[in-house]
């Protein structure tokens, strides 16, 4: 009686399915139907083969029932993913109606089933029953996604595509489209059209037309005014016509407006392709063909003009091309790239010379890597025509000079907006300490500097003590009987300190971070200085410059002093301040940057000089002044240190270079009277010296 029933229901299940639908098997759960018992446990597992699905139908299902089926329940996973959990009782129309459904593979997936019950149950439940079975796949008519673009036809396993009279299967075996490709070589006149022309043409349609003549023959096409070609409604080509010469693609061409009649194609070889989408009906195109002889296009090359203009170039016209203004041929003429050309058309439609009209490029500037002055960015990728850069300094201590934004100019070089073409210079910034002295004191044991109150004196340590004063960051200013004897590059000098030890390798010392130990290159002393000490009668010419081997980098404890301006001479009783590492009044040297304001002192009282020796008193010369006060002076191993006006207690920068301590009788014999070398009558020596140097060191 049971074997009988469960047939019965199989030919009521199976009624609705596929004409093709195979029993495969029955899935029940342990001790099926006499009732499962407490932790009893199920897994099953089966996989469609491809172009089918599997799928479950219950024909009973007699569960306890719990709370999300937590006790005991049946699971059932389609690829892995859970599609189902059952538990409880549930009728057979029920079953058919809600669960069955739903229990299906996808095309060659795989359907697995779990059951397991909990440890006790208060009645016994008979559990579950279901048959699984094979069934074909009808992709025509459950998938969309088939890919047939017109007939769709399903067999077992599988599905194949066709088309409809005159359209034809392409490579792909799911679109369908139309032999359209025809090769026309050889013709001299003839019409061409869009498939189906002037029904609407056909769905991807895929067209290619050749066309072929003599080499010194053109094509040219005239369209019919009934064009209508599937166009997008902001303009763009949904379907489109294409013509390809060996020169270029003119096209494509959509919408309601033909291509201007007649089209030159300045060729002799032309191929014209259409295409169009699955959708539409579009009238199409039609285009009657043709030739002539060739002419030379009227635009030689782009971004150009010719003269003299014309209509139409035929052969034997010869044209002068001059490039657009900001653009070059790519042509050498004496090593030289030029804007203009001439050129003769040919027989064949093709100019003689064809060169592109490309942007002038002036190239990123020639700017060395160590150079002060930098370009905002560093971008050398907008060099051309128009394109523009920016100029700065590397830091606050240096002041550009000249425009700081160039232009890429027609001519191909950096041009600024006052039309100069010399890159800006940046220079450094003078005579600006960032601290200020607050009172005035002697150097003789006087006030002793606090670190960046005279950021432009060095020390001159070896081979013998003194003092300079940086002038800019490569170069520094001294006396000549300084570095008379000093082999050019093996003079040290120091910086940024206002303790001499911190110049040693002593490491107790606060400012040894801030100290710049730096290396001399070259010494050039004045030539009218008497090098010789026994021809010498004066100290006349008593300045040396000295280049460094490397250039040193400013800050706020190591700045330049800025050299005089304009031919005004000192002033009796003008104020300066001396500074120095020099003998103190305890006759010692001093350990401690000293400095000191005093004043300069007549003409006539200058020519009172002291003796070096017996009945020989030194020559006091136009090129020297001297300078002193009650009790404040420099001193023995002073020389070669700064005289600065003015005085910098009270004074207001840029502070500039008056003087450099250069020579006097011994300190403690004199009263307080200094003689220095005046550095405004030096200027332009300092200022050619250094140009012919740098010069000489880049060639």
């Known amino acids: 009686m049971m074997l ?42 089966r996989c469609a083969t491809k172009g089918h699905t599997l799928s479950i139908r219950l024909i009973h299902l007699d569960l306890e029932d719990s709370q999300d089926c937590e006790n005991d329940a049946v699971k059932i996973y389609s690829n892995g993913n859970l599609i189902s959990v059952l538990c409880g009782k549930r009728e057979f129309e029920e079953l058919q109606a809600t669960v069955n459904p739903s229990l299906r593979s996808s095309p060659g997936g795989c359907l697995s089933l779990s059951f397991h019950s909990d440890y ?132 494509p061409f959509c919408g309601n407006t033909p291509p201007p009649s007649p089209l030159l194609t300045h060729s002799n070889e032309v191929q014209i392709h259409f295409t169009s989408d699955n959708f539409g009906t579009n009238k199409g195109f039609s285009l009657h063909f043709k030739t002539r002889d060739k002419i030379c296009p009227v635009v030689v090359t782009p971004h150009s003009t010719v003269t003299p203009e014309q209509p139409e170039y035929h052969q034997g016209q010869t044209v002068t091309v001059t490039c657009d203004a900001g653009r070059e041929a790519s042509i050498q003429q004496n090593s030289q790239i030029v804007s203009q050309y001439v050129t003769t058309c040919q027989s064949t439609g093709i100019w003689t010379s064809n060169y592109i009209c490309e942007l002038v490029d002036c190239g990123f500037p020639d700017i060395p890597e160590d150079s002060i002055l930098k370009v905002v960015g560093s971008n050398s990728q907008h060099t051309q025509y128009n394109d523009q850069i920016q100029f700065t300094c590397i830091s606050k201590y240096y002041t550009l000079e000249g425009d700081d934004t160039y232009t890429c100019s027609a001519r191909g070089v950096w041009e600024s907006s006052g039309g100069n073409t010399e890159m800006p210079k940046c220079t450094e910034v003078c005579g600006m300490p960032e601290k200020e002295p607050q009172i005035t004191a002697r150097i003789l044991g006087g006030k002793v500097a606090n670190l960046g109150e005279i950021p432009w004196h060095l020390l001159v340590k070896y081979p013998s003590r003194g003092g300079a004063s940086l002038i800019n960051d490569r170069w520094a ?65 008593d300045i040396a410059l000295i280049r460094f081997a490397t250039r040193v980098n400013l800050g706020p404890n190591l700045l330049p002093i800025c050299l005089p301006e304009g031919n005004e001479d000192l002033v009796e009783n003008e104020q300066g ?29 200058c020519q009172n000089t002291p003796l070096f020796s017996p009945n020989n008193p030194m020559i006091f010369t136009d090129n020297m002044f001297c300078a002193g006060a009650d009790g404040r002076d420099s001193c023995e191993k002073d020389s070669g240190g700064p005289f600065v006006l003015p005085m910098l207690t009270g004074g207001s920068g840029p502070f500039r270079l008056g003087g450099i301590v250069s020579w006097g009788s011994p300190c403690r014999e004199r009263r307080f009277k200094g003689y220095y070398t005046k550095v405004k009558n030096y200027v332009q020596w300092i200022k050619n010296t250094i140009d012919a140097t740098e010069k000489s060191l880049k060639q």
């Open 120 to 251: 006790s149950n208060t009645k016994r439940h008979t559990g579950f029953r279901g048959f699984y079975t094979l069934q074909d796949f009808d992709e025509c008519q459950d998938d969309p996604d088939n890919g047939c673009t017109q007939f769709c036809h399903n067999f077992i396993g599988g599905y194949r595509c066709s088309c409809r009279h005159s359209y034809h299967l392409d490579t792909d075996k799911h679109t369908c489209t139309v032999n359209c490709n025809e090769d026309l070589s050889g013709l001299n006149s003839g019409q061409i059209s869009s498939p189906s022309w002037p029904s609407s043409y056909a769905e991807n349609a895929n067209c290619n037309y050749t066309l072929s003549v003599d080499v010194h023959l053109q094509l040219e096409l005239h369209f019919s005014d009934d064009f209508d070609v599937e166009q997008s409604p902001d303009g763009q080509c949904i379907d489109g016509l294409r013509v390809e010469t060996p020169s270029g693609t003119l096209g």
């Open 477 to 541: 200013v001294t006396a000549a009987h300084v570095v008379e004897n000093v082999p050019e590059t093996t003079l040290h000098l120091y910086g940024g300190l206002v303790d001499g030890r911190a110049a040693s390798s002593d490491t107790k010392f606060y400012d040894k971070d801030n100290v710049v130990d730096i290396t001399s290159e070259k010494i050039i002393i004045h030539p009218g200085y008497a090098r010789n000490v026994n021809d010498r009668t004066n100290f006349d010419n």
């Open 577 to 605: 301040t001396v500074s120095g590492f020099g003998v103190t009044d305890r006759g010692i040297h001093s350990a401690k940057l000293r400095y000191a304001s005093i004043g300069v002192f007549s003409t006539k009282e």
């Open 4 to 45: 009988k029933l469960s047939l019965q229901l199989l030919q009521l299940l199976l009624l609705p399915h596929s004409a093709y639908s195979v029993l495969l098997g029955w899935v029940e759960s342990p001790d099926y139907p006499s009732g499962y018992s407490p932790h009893a446990s199920l897994n099953w597992s």
